[in-house]
């Protein structure tokens, strides 16, 4: 069933570019904190800090999609909020699949942020009997000899594996087989895909160890602070060309922004 991996162009079909789209859900989640206190309008710097975003690049984003907001007034809120929402497909209902309900999946079926940004837990998936028909988060669980039938039914669109790393091929070529077109690994395993399938990877152990890296940049420079002397030189620093169009880079580490920086150390 796998035929290989997805290669998108960098530039959607709409004209936005990815890093922008990748950076739409930041500048959302601002504005919705915002709406829910009832700020009218913000500047585009205001906006920019509260996403942790440059604000020139703010307002190219905004350019993609038609907003350029009031010189001296700012952007609106709402309609901001809407267009931005509109642009991500979050003003319609997305029924989501969750498949292996053990401790990740039954935190994910329990978190509230999935319903209130338009994604609806259609049903829980697991290959062990003895958690059929039990209910996890109100939802009763499955089994995932019905999986095919389940996402046909619920016309459902996006998987999330939380299933063994082992299984997880195996679970994503049945979801694609019976209709998914978008899914969210959490399994530490490469997934392979047709073309016309999105797959996303959350790994909370690879933030760890970037984090660990920069922890230990930290502790030997206060070292060499400690000890008087200058910090070891550092090399020279590699300038990396962007990828070519129409590739998925796996290089670079993307920046909270959704960058991937063009400079990276030797
Ligand atoms: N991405 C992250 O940051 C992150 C964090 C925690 C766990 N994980 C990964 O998530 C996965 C689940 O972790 P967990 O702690 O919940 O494990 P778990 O053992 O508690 O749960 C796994 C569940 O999957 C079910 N399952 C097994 N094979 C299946 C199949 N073929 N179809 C459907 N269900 C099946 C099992 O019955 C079980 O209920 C693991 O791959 C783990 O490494 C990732």
Redesign the pocket.
Same mark, same amino acid.
Do not use: H
């Given at each position: 069933m796998a035929t290989g991996r997805t290669h998108r162009p960098a530039t959607r079909s709409r004209g936005i570019p990815e890093a922008t789209v990748a950076r739409l859900p930041l500048y959302l989640r601002a504005l919705t904190a915002l709406s829910e206190r009832s700020v009218p309008t913000v500047s585009s710097e205001e906006l920019a800090a509260a996403a942790g975003v440059n604000s020139a690049k703010l307002r190219k984003d905004f350019s993609y999609l038609g907003s350029y907001g009031t010189r001296g007034v700012g952007y609106d809120v709402e309609y901001l909020v809407y267009q931005i929402s509109r642009e991500l497909g979050l003003t319609q209902d997305w029924p989501v699949v969750i !498949?292996?309900?053990?401790?990740?999946?039954?935190?994910l079926a329990g978190y509230g942020g999935f319903a209130s940004r338009g994604f609806r837990v259609a049903a829980l998936?697991?290959?062990?009997p003895a958690?059929t028909g039990k209910p996890v988060a109100g939802i009763p669980v499955q089994h995932?000899d019905d999986?095919e039938k389940i996402i046909s039914e619920d016309g459902v669109s996006i998987g999330v594996?939380?299933?063994?790393?082992? !299984?997880?091929q195996? !679970?994503c070529d049945r979801l694609v087989a019976a209709g998914v077109t978008s899914i969210l690994?959490?399994?530490?395993?490469v997934l392979s895909v047709p073309d016309g399938v999105d797959v996303r990877? !959350?790994?909370?152990?690879?933030?760890l160890q970037i984090l660990a890296f920069h922890e230990q940049r930290k502790a030997g420079e206060e070292t060499s602070a400690e000890e008087g002397h200058d910090a070891v030189a550092e090399p020279e620093p590699v300038v990396v060309p962007p990828a070519p169009r129409g590739t998925t880079g796996t290089t670079g580490r993307k920046g909270p922004d959704g960058d991937v920086p063009a400079v990276m150390p030797a």
């Open positions: !498949v292996g309900i053990g401790n990740l999946g039954a935190a998936i697991d290959a062990d958690m995932s999986l594996i939380a299933t063994p790393a082992g !299984v997880a195996q !679970v690994n959490f399994a530490p395993t990877k !959350v790994d909370l152990s690879i933030e």
